[in-house]
């Protein structure tokens, strides 16, 4: 299975700010790399598809970067929505579908 | 605009087969681009998928669970569904039915499943 860490695992901060998450996976999977954000009791969203496409109807915001093995999600100006779990996953090896561990975005 | 919804019991007992059904309104389950699948998440959890399905039958697992698994699918009725066999109090979860390109655009709500007796 590839593997899928990100950093960090949580991570409070403050409406306006910019947010960096990072996702490594442990081995190269190209640009098959998305991200979700899940709020409580609801269904993961996709935010970015192929490490930097946004997902239509997604703020811009969000924008997503890398290739290989380490990526990053960026919001570039927080606001209160956008506190929420985050998911990187990478659809390189179906064999199985894997998933990061998720960031929690909290409230500072 | 798609969307998927899972239904089935709610509550399972230990060694018995969990069973749910996706069903897919506002498009066709017969596109040729993607792949309908199951993911779940164990209450404060990460996200684990289970499996995955094309229309035409071809079944995707995930090792861990391959053993246990059965995705089906019922193009005339629009839905796919779940089996996992020999469930255990590790299998309690929320399940989602999702759809799945290269990336997962679509999911359903999501349904907990239970495992206890």
């Known amino acids: 299975d590839i593997q899928m860490t990100q950093s960090p695992s949580s991570l409070s901060a403050s409406v306006g700010d910019r947010v960096t998450i990072t996702c490594r996976a442990s081995?190269?999977?190209?640009?098959?790399l998305n991200w979700y954000q899940q709020k409580p009791g609801k269904a993961p969203k996709l935010l970015i598809y192929?490490?930097?496409s946004l997902q239509s109807g997604v703020p811009s915001r969000f924008s997503g970067s890398g290739s290989g093995t380490d990526f990053t999600l960026t919001i570039s100006s927080l606001q209160p929505e956008d506190f929420a779990t985050y998911y990187c996953?990478?659809?390189?090896?179906?064999?199985?579908?894997?998933f990061g561990q998720g960031t929690r975005l909290e409230i500072k | 605009q798609l969307q998927l919804q899972e239904s089935g019991p709610g509550l399972v007992k230990p060694s018995e087969t969990l069973s749910l059904t996706c069903t897919v309104s506002?498009?066709?389950?017969?596109?040729?681009?993607?792949?309908w699948g199951w993911i779940r998440q164990p209450p404060g959890k990460g996200l684990e998928w289970i499996g995955s399905?094309?229309?035409?039958?071809?079944?995707y697992y995930n090792p861990s669970l391959k053993s246990r698994v059965t995705i089906s699918v019922d193009t005339s009725k629009n839905q796919f569904s779940l089996k996992l066999s020999s469930v255990t109090a590790a299998d309690t979860a929320v399940y989602y039915c999702?759809?799945?390109?290269?990336?997962?655009?679509?999911w359903g709500q999501g349904t907990l499943v239970t495992v206890s007796s």
């Open positions: 999702a759809r799945r390109g290269d990336s997962v655009d679509y």
């Open positions: 506002g498009g066709s389950i017969s596109s040729s681009s993607y792949y």
């Open positions: 399905i094309y229309y035409s039958g071809s079944t």
């Open positions: 081995q190269s999977i190209s640009s098959y």
């Open positions: 192929a490490a930097s």
């Open positions: 996953q990478q659809s390189y090896s179906t064999l199985p579908i894997t």
